[in-house]
């Protein structure tokens, strides 16, 4: 679990194809790794992976070849930038809101443009995914917890502060760049329960749920 909340970037320092995934080896100077051990998570742009060697101020990650299909790690190359957080702690302090480093889907940087002191950026997402961005809600691009600031059909405008540009991969998008795209989980967990009680009220309602909801007694043949 993560909060999108960027701790450094990184570089791809190296990939390696291996059976139609990849193993990568990402490298930074900014990261303290003296707490992270084999088997840990570490989100990296947005994608929860699992660091499989440590060597210095770099680890080495597997990266499936479904996670390669639906991510931007599709087009990505040796030398390129990515954002970097470890996995949140118990007693961390959560600035952002909940990230699970499972990626959604990509959105597309339409365009940019200065709002004050800020940038503001506008993404188009899929038609599938764009149920799932409201207005001042969360949303994760690239592994970063931002506010979404306004929706209009399969857009949506996010601002960021000079800090985030600076510190964060989203300083050097394009207009036409793909980045990860994680909608927020509640919204996610929303959507099936929702759906799950459409389902139960088209199927009826029946004596053994009303008891079962507690809202009847299971009638008795004893007197």
Same mark, same amino acid.
């Given at each position: 679990?993560?909060?999108?909340?960027?701790?450094?970037?990184?570089?791809?320092?190296?990939?390696?194809? &291996?059976?139609?995934?990849?193993?990568?080896?990402?490298?930074?100077?900014?990261?303290?790794?003296?707490?992270?051990?084999?088997?840990?998570?570490?989100?990296?742009?947005? $994608?929860?992976?699992?660091?499989?060697?440590?060597?210095?101020?770099?680890?080495? $990650?597997?990266?499936?070849?479904?996670?390669?299909?639906? &991510?931007?790690?599709?087009?990505?190359?040796?030398?390129?930038?990515?954002?970097?957080?470890?996995?949140?702690?118990?007693?961390?302090?959560?600035?952002?809101?909940?990230?699970?480093?499972?990626?959604?889907?990509?959105? &597309?940087?339409?365009?940019?443009?200065?709002?004050?002191?800020?940038?503001?950026?506008?993404?188009?997402?899929?038609?599938?995914?764009?149920?799932?961005?409201?207005?001042?809600?969360?949303?994760?691009?690239?592994?970063?917890?931002?506010?979404?600031?306004? $929706?209009?059909?399969?857009?949506?405008?996010?601002?960021?502060?000079?800090?985030?540009?600076?510190? &964060?991969?989203?300083?050097?998008?394009?207009?036409?760049?793909?980045?990860?795209?994680?909608?927020?989980?509640?919204?996610?967990?929303?959507?099936?329960?929702?759906?799950?009680?459409?389902?139960?009220?088209?199927?009826?309602?029946?004596?053994?749920?009303?008891?079962?909801?507690?809202?009847?007694?299971?009638?008795?043949?004893?007197?």
């Amino acid at each position: 679990m993560f909060t999108g909340i960027i701790e450094a970037k990184g570089i791809i320092e190296s990939l390696e194809e &291996t059976g139609g995934d990849l193993r990568a080896t990402i490298a930074s100077d900014e990261m303290n790794f003296d707490d992270v051990k084999i088997g840990d998570s570490i989100c990296v742009s947005g $994608v929860c992976l699992t660091a499989i060697r440590l060597q210095g101020n770099s680890f080495v $990650v597997d990266i499936s070849n479904e996670t390669v299909a639906l &991510t931007s790690f599709s087009r990505i190359s040796e030398g390129d930038a990515v954002n970097l957080e470890k996995a949140m702690q118990p007693a961390s302090r959560f600035g952002g809101h909940i990230v699970s480093g499972h990626v959604d889907g990509l959105a &597309t940087l339409v365009k940019r443009y200065p709002d004050g002191r800020s940038e503001r950026l506008v993404f188009s997402v899929p038609t599938e995914l764009k149920k799932y961005i409201a207005a001042k809600g969360s949303v994760c691009l690239e592994g970063i917890s931002l506010t979404v600031n306004e $929706v209009q059909g399969n857009e949506f405008g996010v601002n960021i502060i000079p800090h985030t540009a600076e510190k &964060t991969t989203l300083g050097i998008l394009q207009a036409g760049d793909k980045v990860n795209l994680e909608v927020d989980i509640f919204s996610r967990y929303l959507e099936s329960l929702i759906k799950g009680m459409a389902e139960e009220s088209s199927a009826g309602l029946t004596l053994d749920k009303l008891v079962s909801s507690g809202f009847a007694n299971q009638s008795s043949d004893e007197n």
